[in-house]
């Protein structure tokens, strides 16, 4: 790669105009859980909601009047865009923006609100780069890219320079959210090249861990597929610029799921007040991990809170699964004796305890099925005590805290459960926009029965469905190839105990 010296470049950065110096806040509550002082860079409070504008003024600010007759053009999920959308504002060229199609309402409405001109194509951040590069082409307008620029990644690596001036003490560690790399690679350069015994943490969901992943290859490999609960990082590709400088200045990347993503929203909010979007929430669910999984205490963390971009309806989908993320709830699935007094009886088994759930359906006239959520007290081990607790009384129990199919649908389905004969349940995965539902509907076609359908809208995340579809043994060649011509991401899930406990 060619070589910058980007310590030069952070401290030229021109980001001023358009950003403000974030506050660096303590976090009481996060601090006293974990035992640690958790200092929060508030980069949800930048005009646009997100660190994004730094780079992107800093970008358009390096070109010439010439190179701005045609116009600017972006790719983004959101936030570039909306730092795109400002910096052509202020600077007064014309910007296009193309999206995905899946991109939050909220950040869509910001872009447009700041002039842009907003197109959107395809169902993530790679079809729409794509498109925008043809666009670059047609129209001879220059593109400006969310993460692998020199300018763009200095615009960045500002937020580090104000972290190592603002705080005065040491620091142990500053963990950082990562899509395509900008950010961590602006702030590793400035934390690294200034000589500052500081170690850069990474933090990717697991379903979007394009960094990691490249960085064990040894260079940028494309996924098949990133999950977009947390959209502001559903890169499935790095930098190239990126990745050489995560290669040689990021300590360690750990990856973070999205009942601690959910948590971590939570925790943050309980700290500030304000609701960041999955992505903003990284960094905190990767100082918790970090913390319990390395047994830390009486360090100093600093996490990026990179963006506060979140539709308001996705609020349900993350409350429901923050509890679980937290480890403040369990889920359990329980046989009883089908009897008069059995609720009483296992209500006596679970103790004192607060039930944040209970659906109960009716099995044969031996048993019945309860599934229950309890909540934890926040000890370790309070999860292993209370399952045993429910055992010594004498019944089945099985733990469905990690059970996807029965946090996304069983739990709201109890009441159905019935036999049908040849019915195969499939868990299934599609880009939620308009009209997304129908087409999955259409794709399944008319050849198959379906004896069981459930299905959930969780904003601009992946829409969710369960089906339950009828196949004899001879049938089911047939049904597996039809099902992987679909295109679709989807889980035999028949065998699943939720499924056979509540609804087989």
């Known amino acids: 790669m060619k070589e910058n010296n980007y310590l030069e470049l952070i401290k030229n950065a021109n980001v001023y105009a358009v950003a403000k110096k974030s506050p660096l ?74 999206m995905p199609i899946t991109s939050p309402s909220i950040k869509i409405d910001a ?13 993530n951040y790679d079809e729409a780069f794509t498109k925008a590069k043809e666009i670059e082409k047609k129209e001879s307008s220059v593109f400006i890219h ?67 992943l490249a960085l ?25 610029e990126t990745f050489d400088l995560c290669k040689k200045y990021v300590d360690d990347i750990i990856t973070v799921n999205t009942d601690e993503i959910c948590a971590a929203i939570q925790s943050i909010y309980e700290d500030t007040r304000s609701i960041v979007e999955p992505a903003g929430a990284l960094s905190v669910a990767g100082i918790n991990q970090y913390v319990l999984k390395n047994n830390e205490s009486g360090k100093t963390f600093v996490g990026i809170n990179c963006g506060a971009n979140v539709n308001f309806d996705r609020l349900r989908h993350i409350a429901e699964r923050s509890a679980v993320g937290k480890k403040s709830e369990v889920l359990l699935a329980v046989e009883i004796n089908e009897e008069p007094g059995s609720f009483k009886k ?5 103790g004192k305890r607060n039930i944040t759930e209970f659906n109960y359906r009716y099995s044969d006239k031996a048993s019945a099925r309860v599934f229950v959520g309890i909540s934890l007290d926040g000890r370790s081990d309070d999860k292993k005590n209370i399952i045993s607790q429910i055992k010594d009384s004498g019944y089945i129990v099985y733990d469905l805290s990690d059970n996807e199919m029965a946090k996304l649908h069983v739990r709201h389905m109890v009441g159905g459960r019935t036999s049908i004969v040849g019915e195969h349940i499939f868990r299934f995965e599609f880009p939620e926009r308009p009209g997304a539902l129908l087409d999955f509907l259409n794709s399944i076609g008319q ?58």
Request: with cysteine; hydrophobic share 40%.
């Open 25 to 98: 806040d303590h976090a009481v509550l996060i601090s006293s859980k974990l035992n640690n002082t958790v200092l929060l860079k508030r980069e949800d409070k930048q005009r646009t909601f997100s660190f994004k504008v730094r780079g992107a003024f800093n970008k358009i600010n390096q070109l010439s009047a010439k190179e701005l007759e045609n116009g600017v053009i972006c790719s983004s999920a959101g936030n570039h865009a909306q730092g795109v959308a400002l910096a052509s504002k202020i600077n007064k060229n014309s910007a296009k923006v193309v």
């Open 111 to 123: 872009v447009k609100s700041l002039g842009a001109e907003v197109i959107l194509h395809g169902d």
């Open 146 to 212: 969310p993460f692998d620029d020199p300018y763009v990644i200095a615009g960045q690596g500002t937020i580090a320079k104000e972290i190592i001036e603002e705080f005065e003490g040491d620091l142990d560690a500053i963990f950082v959210p990562i899509g395509g790399g900008g950010l961590i690679s602006g702030i590793a350069s400035y934390v690294k090249e200034s000589g500052k015994n500081i170690k850069i943490i990474g933090v990717e969901p697991e379903d979007s861990a394009s960094m990691k």
């Open 216 to 240: 064990k290859a040894g260079k940028p490999v494309t996924l098949d597929h990133v999950g977009i609960f947390a959209d502001g990082v559903a890169v499935r590709k790095v930098g190239e």
């Open 346 to 350: 296992f209500c006596e088994s679970i």
């Open 447 to 504: 050849d198959w029965n379906i004896s069981l359908f459930h299905y959930r809208n969780h904003g601009s995340d992946f829409g969710r469905i369960l089906a339950g579809i009828q196949a004899d043994p001879e049938q089911m060649n047939l049904l597996n190839e039809h099902l992987a011509q679909l295109g679709y991401r989807y889980w035999e899930e028949t065998s699943n105990k939720a499924y056979s406990m509540f609804l087989g």
